[in-house]
Protein backbone atom coordinates (compact mmCIF):
# COMPACT_ATOMS: atom_id res chain seq x y z
CA UNK A 1 0.00 0.00 0.00
CA UNK A 2 1.32 3.88 -0.66
CA UNK A 3 0.20 5.75 2.59
CA UNK A 4 -2.10 9.18 1.40
CA UNK A 5 0.66 11.67 1.20
CA UNK A 6 3.11 9.33 -0.72
CA UNK A 7 0.01 8.49 -3.46
CA UNK A 8 -0.44 12.37 -3.40
CA UNK A 9 2.90 13.05 -3.98
CA UNK A 10 2.95 10.37 -7.01
CA UNK A 11 -0.32 12.02 -8.52
CA UNK A 12 1.49 15.33 -8.08
CA UNK A 13 4.63 14.45 -9.60
CA UNK A 14 2.56 12.99 -12.82
CA UNK A 15 0.68 15.53 -13.50
CA UNK A 16 3.73 17.81 -13.29
CA UNK A 17 5.28 15.72 -15.82
CA UNK A 18 2.22 15.57 -17.85
CA UNK A 19 1.72 19.48 -18.32
CA UNK A 20 5.04 19.99 -18.46
CA UNK A 21 6.86 17.25 -20.77
CA UNK A 22 5.50 18.67 -24.29
CA UNK A 23 6.87 21.98 -24.18
CA UNK A 24 9.45 21.04 -22.30
CA UNK A 25 11.31 18.14 -24.45
CA UNK A 26 9.37 18.57 -28.13
CA UNK A 27 7.99 22.51 -28.51
CA UNK A 28 9.78 25.23 -29.54
CA UNK A 29 7.13 27.45 -29.64
CA UNK A 30 3.58 27.12 -27.68
CA UNK A 31 0.25 28.89 -27.41
CA UNK A 32 -3.20 28.41 -25.67
CA UNK A 33 -3.57 27.63 -29.38
CA UNK A 34 -1.25 25.14 -30.76
CA UNK A 35 2.20 24.03 -30.29
CA UNK A 36 5.55 23.18 -32.83
CA UNK A 37 8.72 21.87 -32.78
CA UNK A 38 10.90 22.37 -35.66
CA UNK A 39 13.68 20.04 -37.05
CA UNK A 40 17.43 21.42 -37.06
CA UNK A 41 18.22 20.04 -39.96
CA UNK A 42 15.48 20.81 -42.46
CA UNK A 43 12.03 22.80 -43.02
CA UNK A 44 10.19 20.40 -41.38
CA UNK A 45 7.82 20.34 -37.98
CA UNK A 46 8.95 17.56 -35.19
CA UNK A 47 6.02 18.26 -33.50
CA UNK A 48 2.48 19.94 -34.37
CA UNK A 49 -0.70 19.88 -31.87
CA UNK A 50 -3.80 21.73 -32.15
CA UNK A 51 -6.50 23.59 -30.01
CA UNK A 52 -8.66 25.13 -31.73
CA UNK A 53 -10.55 25.98 -28.18
CA UNK A 54 -7.62 27.63 -26.91
CA UNK A 55 -7.59 25.90 -23.71
CA UNK A 56 -3.96 24.62 -24.15
CA UNK A 57 -4.49 20.97 -24.18
CA UNK A 58 -1.60 20.31 -26.78
CA UNK A 59 0.04 17.58 -24.65
CA UNK A 60 -0.46 14.92 -28.02
CA UNK A 61 2.50 14.98 -30.31
CA UNK A 62 1.46 12.55 -33.78
CA UNK A 63 4.11 13.60 -35.59
CA UNK A 64 6.08 10.80 -37.35
CA UNK A 65 9.70 12.37 -37.06
CA UNK A 66 11.85 9.87 -39.47
CA UNK A 67 15.25 11.65 -39.34
CA UNK A 68 15.45 14.59 -42.54
CA UNK A 69 18.24 15.60 -44.76
CA UNK A 70 20.75 18.15 -43.41
CA UNK A 71 20.10 20.65 -45.70
CA UNK A 72 19.33 23.63 -43.62
CA UNK A 73 20.32 25.22 -40.55
CA UNK A 74 17.78 26.16 -38.00
CA UNK A 75 18.00 30.07 -36.49
CA UNK A 76 16.43 31.55 -33.85
CA UNK A 77 15.59 35.17 -33.88
CA UNK A 78 16.09 37.34 -30.61
CA UNK A 79 12.18 38.24 -31.30
CA UNK A 80 10.28 35.40 -29.74
CA UNK A 81 8.17 32.92 -32.10
CA UNK A 82 10.45 33.73 -35.26
CA UNK A 83 13.04 31.37 -36.68
CA UNK A 84 14.73 30.97 -39.89
CA UNK A 85 16.35 28.34 -41.90
CA UNK A 86 18.82 29.23 -43.85
CA UNK A 87 19.82 26.44 -47.02
CA UNK A 88 23.31 24.90 -46.60
CA UNK A 89 23.78 25.58 -50.53
CA UNK A 90 22.68 29.34 -50.57
CA UNK A 91 24.96 31.46 -51.16
CA UNK A 92 26.41 33.99 -49.10
CA UNK A 93 24.03 36.38 -47.95
CA UNK A 94 21.06 34.83 -49.50
CA UNK A 95 17.82 35.29 -47.60
CA UNK A 96 16.51 32.79 -45.42
CA UNK A 97 14.74 29.95 -47.43
CA UNK A 98 12.12 29.78 -44.94
CA UNK A 99 10.98 32.04 -41.81
CA UNK A 100 8.52 30.81 -39.11
CA UNK A 101 6.23 33.70 -37.76
CA UNK A 102 4.36 32.60 -34.58
CA UNK A 103 1.62 34.27 -32.92
CA UNK A 104 -1.00 33.25 -30.43
CA UNK A 105 -3.88 31.30 -32.96
CA UNK A 106 -1.81 32.21 -35.85
CA UNK A 107 1.48 30.49 -37.88
CA UNK A 108 2.95 31.94 -41.22
CA UNK A 109 5.16 29.88 -42.95
CA UNK A 110 7.30 32.64 -45.47
CA UNK A 111 9.60 31.44 -48.05
CA UNK A 112 12.04 33.54 -50.02
CA UNK A 113 13.60 32.33 -53.62
CA UNK A 114 17.09 31.78 -52.09
CA UNK A 115 18.55 30.76 -56.13
CA UNK A 116 18.72 27.31 -55.43
CA UNK A 117 16.29 25.29 -58.15
CA UNK A 118 14.21 22.68 -55.98
CA UNK A 119 14.22 24.35 -52.50
CA UNK A 120 13.05 21.71 -49.98
CA UNK A 121 9.32 22.05 -48.79
CA UNK A 122 8.22 22.67 -45.42
CA UNK A 123 6.84 19.05 -44.68
CA UNK A 124 4.51 18.21 -41.99
CA UNK A 125 3.59 14.23 -41.43
CA UNK A 126 1.25 12.76 -39.39
CA UNK A 127 1.31 9.21 -37.74
CA UNK A 128 -1.96 7.86 -38.81
CA UNK A 129 -1.99 5.64 -36.37
CA UNK A 130 -1.97 8.53 -33.64
CA UNK A 131 -4.13 11.03 -35.37
CA UNK A 132 -6.39 10.79 -39.07
CA UNK A 133 -5.23 14.06 -39.73
CA UNK A 134 -6.83 15.12 -43.41
CA UNK A 135 -6.89 18.33 -46.16
CA UNK A 136 -9.80 19.64 -46.54
CA UNK A 137 -10.03 21.12 -50.28
CA UNK A 138 -10.58 21.23 -53.47
CA UNK A 139 -8.20 18.66 -56.31
CA UNK A 140 -8.07 18.00 -59.58
CA UNK A 141 -8.60 14.52 -60.68
CA UNK A 142 -5.12 12.74 -60.83
CA UNK A 143 -3.24 15.63 -58.94
CA UNK A 144 -2.00 14.76 -55.15
CA UNK A 145 -2.29 18.89 -54.51
CA UNK A 146 -4.78 20.71 -52.69
CA UNK A 147 -5.89 23.95 -53.96
CA UNK A 148 -5.53 27.22 -51.00
CA UNK A 149 -7.70 27.95 -49.02
CA UNK A 150 -7.88 24.67 -47.56
CA UNK A 151 -8.49 23.30 -43.88
CA UNK A 152 -6.06 21.01 -42.16
CA UNK A 153 -8.19 19.40 -39.56
CA UNK A 154 -7.11 17.12 -36.63
CA UNK A 155 -9.87 14.56 -34.80
CA UNK A 156 -9.73 15.39 -31.48
CA UNK A 157 -7.71 18.68 -31.71
CA UNK A 158 -9.30 21.30 -34.21
CA UNK A 159 -8.31 22.93 -37.45
CA UNK A 160 -6.44 25.23 -38.98
CA UNK A 161 -7.16 27.32 -41.92
CA UNK A 162 -5.00 27.72 -44.52
CA UNK A 163 -4.79 30.44 -47.30
CA UNK A 164 -1.74 32.05 -49.22
CA UNK A 165 -0.51 35.14 -50.56
CA UNK A 166 -0.24 34.01 -53.99
CA UNK A 167 -3.20 33.12 -56.00
CA UNK A 168 -3.31 29.13 -57.46
CA UNK A 169 -1.11 27.92 -54.54
CA UNK A 170 -1.35 24.17 -53.60
CA UNK A 171 -0.04 21.93 -51.16
CA UNK A 172 0.98 18.93 -51.58
CA UNK A 173 -1.08 15.72 -49.99
CA UNK A 174 -0.46 12.22 -49.57
CA UNK A 175 -1.43 8.69 -47.12
CA UNK A 176 -1.19 5.43 -47.21
CA UNK A 177 -2.12 3.14 -44.50
CA UNK A 178 -0.27 -0.34 -45.93
CA UNK A 179 2.88 0.83 -44.83
CA UNK A 180 4.82 0.88 -41.75
CA UNK A 181 4.20 3.39 -40.72
CA UNK A 182 1.39 4.95 -42.08
CA UNK A 183 1.02 8.04 -42.76
CA UNK A 184 -0.54 11.63 -43.54
CA UNK A 185 1.98 14.17 -45.33
CA UNK A 186 1.77 17.74 -46.10
CA UNK A 187 4.06 19.89 -48.23
CA UNK A 188 4.41 23.31 -48.12
CA UNK A 189 6.19 23.96 -51.45
CA UNK A 190 9.13 26.91 -51.33
CA UNK A 191 9.36 29.91 -53.56
CA UNK A 192 10.40 29.41 -57.18
CA UNK A 193 11.94 32.36 -59.61
CA UNK A 194 8.44 32.70 -60.71
CA UNK A 195 7.07 32.94 -57.18
CA UNK A 196 10.11 34.68 -55.53
CA UNK A 197 7.49 35.07 -51.84
CA UNK A 198 5.30 32.44 -50.44
CA UNK A 199 3.64 33.10 -47.40
CA UNK A 200 1.53 30.36 -46.10
CA UNK A 201 -0.81 31.44 -42.71
CA UNK A 202 -2.33 28.69 -40.60
CA UNK A 203 -5.03 29.82 -38.54
CA UNK A 204 -6.28 27.93 -35.69
CA UNK A 205 -10.29 27.45 -35.77
CA UNK A 206 -12.89 25.90 -34.95
CA UNK A 207 -15.59 25.24 -37.65
CA UNK A 208 -19.10 24.61 -36.38
CA UNK A 209 -22.19 25.57 -36.19
CA UNK A 210 -23.05 28.35 -34.33
CA UNK A 211 -25.86 27.49 -32.16
CA UNK A 212 -26.86 29.90 -29.14
CA UNK A 213 -25.21 28.85 -25.69
CA UNK A 214 -22.56 26.21 -26.67
CA UNK A 215 -19.58 28.11 -26.72
CA UNK A 216 -18.86 28.46 -23.17
CA UNK A 217 -20.70 25.18 -22.12
CA UNK A 218 -17.41 22.15 -21.83
CA UNK A 219 -20.10 19.49 -22.72
CA UNK A 220 -20.11 20.89 -26.29
CA UNK A 221 -16.71 20.80 -26.61
CA UNK A 222 -16.21 17.76 -28.34
CA UNK A 223 -18.60 19.19 -31.12
CA UNK A 224 -16.83 22.13 -31.18
CA UNK A 225 -13.55 20.41 -31.92
CA UNK A 226 -14.69 17.45 -34.13
CA UNK A 227 -17.82 18.58 -36.14
CA UNK A 228 -15.71 17.74 -39.45
CA UNK A 229 -14.59 14.46 -37.97
CA UNK A 230 -16.49 12.90 -40.54
CA UNK A 231 -15.07 14.27 -43.43
CA UNK A 232 -11.70 12.68 -44.58
CA UNK A 233 -10.69 13.33 -48.31
CA UNK A 234 -8.32 10.38 -49.91
CA UNK A 235 -5.62 12.55 -51.94
CA UNK A 236 -4.61 9.31 -53.97
CA UNK A 237 -8.39 9.58 -54.99
CA UNK A 238 -9.15 13.02 -54.82
CA UNK A 239 -12.40 12.04 -53.31
CA UNK A 240 -14.27 12.19 -49.52
CA UNK A 241 -13.59 8.48 -48.30
CA UNK A 242 -13.52 7.05 -44.44
CA UNK A 243 -10.47 8.58 -43.79
CA UNK A 244 -7.19 9.81 -45.88
CA UNK A 245 -5.53 6.54 -46.88
CA UNK A 246 -8.57 4.32 -46.93
CA UNK A 247 -11.61 3.04 -49.29
CA UNK A 248 -13.85 5.36 -51.01
CA UNK A 249 -17.34 3.98 -50.14
CA UNK A 250 -20.72 5.58 -52.01
CA UNK A 251 -23.00 4.36 -49.61
CA UNK A 252 -21.93 6.87 -47.35
CA UNK A 253 -21.83 9.29 -49.12
CA UNK A 254 -25.27 10.64 -47.96
CA UNK A 255 -23.73 11.04 -44.21
CA UNK A 256 -21.05 13.88 -45.86
CA UNK A 257 -23.86 15.61 -47.12
CA UNK A 258 -25.69 15.72 -44.14
CA UNK A 259 -22.90 17.11 -42.47
CA UNK A 260 -21.53 19.47 -44.73
CA UNK A 261 -25.52 21.22 -45.37
CA UNK A 262 -25.25 22.62 -41.71
CA UNK A 263 -21.54 23.27 -41.93
CA UNK A 264 -20.68 26.84 -42.10
CA UNK A 265 -18.07 28.20 -44.25
CA UNK A 266 -14.61 26.09 -44.80
CA UNK A 267 -12.98 29.32 -45.79
CA UNK A 268 -13.36 32.20 -47.93
CA UNK A 269 -14.77 30.79 -51.36
CA UNK A 270 -14.92 26.85 -49.83
CA UNK A 271 -17.47 24.78 -48.48
CA UNK A 272 -17.77 21.44 -47.49
CA UNK A 273 -20.61 21.13 -50.08
CA UNK A 274 -18.25 21.91 -52.76
CA UNK A 275 -15.65 18.93 -51.58
CA UNK A 276 -19.06 17.09 -51.85
CA UNK A 277 -19.53 18.02 -55.11
CA UNK A 278 -16.21 17.13 -56.08
CA UNK A 279 -16.64 13.78 -54.54
CA UNK A 280 -20.01 13.03 -56.54
CA UNK A 281 -18.60 14.31 -59.78
CA UNK A 282 -15.87 11.84 -59.47
CA UNK A 283 -19.01 9.04 -59.06
CA UNK A 284 -20.40 10.43 -62.05
CA UNK A 285 -17.14 10.09 -64.63
CA UNK A 286 -17.30 6.57 -63.59
CA UNK A 287 -15.02 6.45 -60.84
CA UNK A 288 -15.96 2.97 -58.53
CA UNK A 289 -15.80 2.72 -54.84
CA UNK A 290 -16.77 0.62 -52.53
CA UNK A 291 -19.85 -1.63 -52.80
CA UNK A 292 -19.79 -1.62 -56.81
CA UNK A 293 -18.20 -4.38 -58.71
CA UNK A 294 -14.51 -3.77 -59.89
CA UNK A 295 -13.89 -1.91 -57.04
CA UNK A 296 -10.48 -2.03 -56.16
CA UNK A 297 -8.74 -3.27 -59.55
CA UNK A 298 -7.54 -0.09 -60.60
CA UNK A 299 -6.16 1.72 -57.30
CA UNK A 300 -4.21 4.53 -58.87
CA UNK A 301 -1.37 4.40 -56.23
CA UNK A 302 -4.32 3.92 -52.99
CA UNK A 303 -4.18 1.26 -50.53
CA UNK A 304 -7.53 -0.53 -51.01
CA UNK A 305 -9.76 -3.26 -50.25
CA UNK A 306 -11.57 -4.71 -53.54
CA UNK A 307 -15.06 -5.28 -53.86
CA UNK A 308 -15.40 -8.94 -54.37
CA UNK A 309 -19.21 -9.55 -55.52
CA UNK A 310 -20.52 -9.21 -58.61
CA UNK A 311 -23.63 -7.25 -57.39
CA UNK A 312 -23.70 -3.41 -56.67
CA UNK A 313 -24.51 -3.07 -52.52
CA UNK A 314 -28.34 -1.75 -52.38
CA UNK A 315 -28.01 1.50 -50.61
CA UNK A 316 -25.33 2.91 -53.18
CA UNK A 317 -27.07 4.78 -55.79
CA UNK A 318 -29.92 5.61 -52.66
CA UNK A 319 -26.98 6.88 -50.81
CA UNK A 320 -25.69 8.79 -54.08
CA UNK A 321 -29.41 10.04 -54.82
CA UNK A 322 -29.28 12.00 -51.54
CA UNK A 323 -26.07 13.43 -50.99
CA UNK A 324 -26.78 14.92 -55.19
CA UNK A 325 -30.12 16.02 -53.70
CA UNK A 326 -28.61 17.66 -50.32
CA UNK A 327 -26.08 19.48 -52.39
CA UNK A 328 -28.09 21.19 -54.64
CA UNK A 329 -30.43 22.20 -52.22
CA UNK A 330 -27.93 23.28 -49.79
CA UNK A 331 -25.96 25.04 -51.92
CA UNK A 332 -28.66 26.34 -54.43
CA UNK A 333 -27.00 25.00 -57.19
CA UNK A 334 -29.65 24.46 -59.67
CA UNK A 335 -27.21 24.92 -62.60
CA UNK A 336 -25.00 21.68 -61.58
CA UNK A 337 -28.43 19.73 -60.74
CA UNK A 338 -29.58 20.86 -64.22
CA UNK A 339 -26.21 19.59 -65.82
Not at 42 to 55: I, V, Y
Not at 75 to 80: C, E, H, K, Q, R
Not at 176 to 181: D, G, L, M
Request: hydrophobic share 40%.
Amino acid sequence: MISGSKRYGVILALLVLTATAPAATSADFTSRHYAIGLSRTAPAFTFFALDSLGRGQLAVDSLLAPPPPKVASLVPSPAAGQFAYGLLEAETGAPPAWEVQCGEDKLTLRSRWAGITNAPPFSLTFNQKLCHATLLGLMRPGERRVALPCVLHLPDQGSARISCNVPGARLDYDARRFVNPAYVSIAFPAATAERPLLEYRLEVTAIYPHLPGIEKDARFDGFRRNFLNILQLNPRLQMLANNASSDIVPFTVFKYSEVAMRAPPLAKGLTCLDIVRMTLERYLAGTKGYGQPGYGKETQGADLVPWTTPYTSSDTYPSLLIAACNYINGANDWKWARA
